[in-house]
């Protein structure tokens, strides 16, 4: 059911990138987590409709370009964003961002304020501020399990647990689809990441979801990472696990609209 829904968002490029796109309207730009895609923001692009809603595919996902660094920081990774959405020639747009691109948003529109309208952060990921234990980790269980033990065994704890089965079903889906090398350069940013830093810079209007049951990225990060932000506001989300937008897109979609507009 995935692939095909998805065939009415098929993969574009630019600048190196691959991203899927729907809608007419102010821009949307949607940046995945370490286990995603531009496929985890399905549910955004069919259900958004006064919003021109751009889902990329990071440096080593999809089809995009790996970055040339091996160990990249957010700021490389923010580099490479700025460059696609200078090819698409976007001047002014909401970043919307689930887990690790919470990092790359962060850096991103630290880099560029005078661009980026405002940020919507779902479950952000803080980052680990250079824990190479946990680094090793990451990659242990990439090395071990595989694109495929990856989406059987880590895609469940990124949900609720009365999480619908098309949720877990598109999770898995992008989970299969990761490419090992993009997915270790992913984990050095994460791991080398400090979002608060980047925070404190960006003057203008940050909404930070989390869901109740998020034991990935748990609320009290999110709300330390709301709270950074000069113009920060934190929601919870009952109930919801770590990708509320798969999980909630009712939800979610809606208060984008909200706030982008």
């Known amino acids: 059911m995935i692939e095909q829904r998805l065939k009415d968002f098929p993969l574009r490029s630019s600048a190196g990138i691959s991203y899927r796109e729907s809608g007419v309207g102010p821009a949307l730009v949607m940046l995945h987590g370490i286990g995603g895609s531009s496929a985890a923001w399905l549910f955004q692009l069919e259900g958004i409709e006064q919003f021109r809603v751009i889902a990329w595919d990071a440096p080593g996902y999809g089809t995009s370009k790996p970055l040339a660094q091996s160990e990249p920081r957010a700021a490389d990774y923010a580099q490479a964003l700025h460059a696609f959405i200078e090819s698409l020639e976007l ?10 691109g919470g990092l790359m948003a962060a ?3 630290r880099a560029h304020p005078e661009r980026v309208r405002g940020i919507v952060m779902i479950s952000p990921a803080g980052g680990h501020g250079g824990d190479r234990v946990k680094l090793a980790e990451r990659l242990k269980q990439l090395d071990e399990l595989g694109p495929e033990g990856m989406a059987e065994k880590r895609s469940p704890t ?75 506001e934190y929601r919870s989300l009952p109930g919801i696990g770590h990708q509320a937008q798969i999980e909630d897109p009712t939800t979610i979609n809606a208060a984008i609209e909200s706030f982008a507009a």
């Open 91 to 100: 001047r002014d747009f909401t970043l919307v961002a689930n887990s690790l």
């Open 107 to 109: 850096a991103h529109a």
């Open 158 to 232: 990124l949900l609720g647990r009365k999480a619908p089965p098309i949720a877990l079903e598109l999770v898995q889906w992008s989970q299969r689809r990761i490419n090992p090398p993009g997915y270790r350069q992913a984990a050095h940013c994460l791991a080398m990441g400090r979002l608060v830093d980047d925070a404190k810079s960006f003057d203008r209007p940050v909404l930070v979801f989390c869901g109740s049951e998020d034991v990935i990225t748990p609320e009290a990060g999110c709300k330390a990472i709301a709270k950074a932000y000069p113009h920060g």
